[in-house]
């Protein structure tokens, strides 16, 4: 198997992690259970006790017109769909150029915004077990139940492309940070927002270490200068601590940590218990 020496600390948009070896996947026989999928890591905190991980091969990178659908590989960058979506005049995909990242890890989190999401034309996936339709998927708000690399979906097809969309995804976009971040750090609880209540607690624009909530969208952890890990659980944790004590609600992460000590169902940042 082909392995690529990777350094997350340039390679991540967080600019965080160290250079670690990742395999690469091009025969689906070869993912296992220990192994740990990775995209263009656009929402991932990368922690100094990783597991073991996996990048999809260039070989995945696709996208095409096939039989009246639109067949597009996992390692696809957003960008490169949205452009080919504008080139070929196909509609429903106008809001991923406003999404970093690759199409497993789109399709894997239902990424999207507001109502507009990946899910929302899907058809089929294949993943290394096989072929999965749409129907057979759990999925919700920022949420799937899928557990094996996605090496390609299937989309409904509609002609169309819609500019007066991209400028409406564009104005949505437009009050977050353009310092190194994983996006937005936790989802939306249901009828409320994680930025308004992490602002409620006096974290806004507070730094520690290196990291800070954004001063110009409290949901954004943002890196400003050499932010460390354990910078970035403190105030993840600090965070969710604060907002429980004071409204009584936990908010969920919405960024990927890959931390040995951090990930499961045990990992003290999924219960409030844990504090």
């Known amino acids: ?15 965080i992690g160290e250079t670690i070896k990742v395999d690469i996947l091009e025969n689906p026989d070869d993912f296992t259970k220990e192994h740990c999928l990775i995209g263009s890591c656009n929402n991932i905190l990368m922690g100094t006790q990783p597991p073991k991980l996996m990048k999809l091969s260039k070989i995945y990178d696709y996208i095409k017109i096939e039989d009246n659908t639109l067949k597009i590989g996992g390692a696809t960058p957003s960008g490169k769909i949205a452009s080919f979506c504008k080139k070929h005049n196909i509609a429903d995909f106008e809001f991923v150029s406003h999404l970093p990242g690759t199409l497993g890890g789109l399709v894997y989190m239902n990424a999207g915004l507001k109502e507009y999401e990946i899910f929302n034309n899907l058809i089929i996936i294949s993943t290394t077990k096989g072929i999965s339709n749409k129907e057979a998927i759990d999925f919700g708000y920022r949420f799937t139940n899928i557990k094996e690399p996605i090496l390609d979906a299937t ?31 936790f989802k939306n609880p249901q009828g409320d927002y994680a930025g308004r209540l992490i602002e409620a607690v006096g974290l806004k624009g507070k730094p520690i270490g290196g990291m800070e909530f954004s001063s110009e969208h409290a949901n954004f952890l943002v890196n400003n ?28 992460c919405e960024i990927k940590i890959l931390d040995k000590r951090y990930m499961g169902k045990d990992s003290p940042l999924l219960k409030h218990t844990a504090h």
């Open 1 to 15: 198997m082909k392995t690529k020496s990777i350094d997350f600390s340039k390679f991540s948009s967080i600019r």
């Open 155 to 185: 989309f409904i097809l509609n002609y169309g492309f819609d500019d007066n969309k991209v400028e409406m995804f564009k104005k949505m976009r437009s009050n977050q940070p353009s310092t190194p971040s994983a996006g937005s750090c």
């Open 225 to 252: 200068t050499n932010g460390t890990f354990e910078d970035a659980i403190f105030l993840i944790q600090e965070a969710q601590k604060r907002v429980f004590d004071e409204f009584g609600i936990w908010l969920e």
